[in-house]
T-cell receptor
Framework: GAVVSQHPSWVICKSGTSVKIECRSL??????MFWYRQFPKQSLMLMAT?????????EQGVEKDKFLINHASLTLSTLTVTSAHPEDSSFYIC?????????????FGSGTRLTVV | AQSVTQPDIHITVSEGASLELRCNYS??????LFWYVQSPGQGLQLLLK??????LVQGIKGFEAEFKRSQSSFNLRKPSVHWSDAAEYFC???????????FGTGTRLQVFP
């Protein structure tokens, strides 16, 4: 089945530093990737949608300069949290959809727990 | 705008009992509907999905869901719950050509032996 690998699974960083999270589709070409943020015991909130080779589309209220998304290839998308602050601490999850998997829905990564201290 | 409502925040059942998790959606056209399960600290696993056709959908782990257009519902059911089913369950609707998913607030399932 389709697999999406997300790394790291957890990361602790100091306030003011940047953190990069990777999301890879291992056995299919992900034409579209989605990045979600999940607060404890809450639902997933879509942050942005990225299509390979084009700029990401951010949801309302998401700071594009803080959350940089790159989708440079059909198998890799990255989310960089720039100048991280404690309020950015959260669980981040990516999801991928492939052109060769119509009707199959989305495949989710295992998530990244970010803690900013 | 599309929205998904899961009225039950927390449900507790005994192992072996039947289960029904409720999901209501708001969407103008025929929706694409999904149920996902999330274990603590993990990503989401697809249980089942509805795009069209038979309104009773079978999924993995013995789950099924029924799409009822008249009630704008897509409730998840399982005849006999196992302790390993304890997790968070999310209903989601695909927007437009299912370019993005809108999630409900989730239902946390606890299973007692």
């Amino acid at each position: 089945g389709a697999v999406v690998s997300q790394h790291p699974s957890w990361v602790i960083c100091k306030s003011g530093t940047s953190v990069k999270i990777e999301c890879r589709s291992l056995d299919f070409q992900a034409t579209t990737m989605f990045w979600y943020r999940q607060f404890p015991k809450q639902s997933l909130m879509l942050m942005a949608t990225s299509n390979e080779g084009s700029k990401a589309t951010y949801e309302q209220g998401v700071e594009k300069d803080k959350f940089l998304i790159n989708h440079a290839s059909l198998t890799l998308s990255t989310l960089t949290v720039t100048s991280a602050h404690p309020e950015d601490s959260s669980f981040y999850i990516c999801s991928a959809r492939g052109r060769d998997r119509p009707g199959e829905g989305y495949t989710f990564g295992s998530g990244t727990r970010l803690t900013v201290v | 705008a599309q929205s998904v409502t899961q009225p039950d925040i927390h449900i507790t059942v005994s192992e072996g009992a039947s289960l029904e998790l409720r999901c209501n959606y708001s969407y103008g056209a025929t929706p694409y509907l999904f149920w996902y399960v999330q274990s603590p600290g993990q990503g989401l696993q697809l249980l089942l999905k509805y795009f069209s056709g038979d309104t009773l959908v079978q999924g993995i782990k013995g789950f099924e869901a029924e799409f009822k257009r008249s009630q704008s519902s897509f409730n998840l059911r399982k005849p006999s719950v196992h302790w390993s089913d304890a997790a968070e369950y999310f209903c989601a609707v695909g927007e437009g050509s299912y370019d993005k998913l809108i999630f409900g607030t989730g239902t946390r399932l606890q299973v007692f032996p």
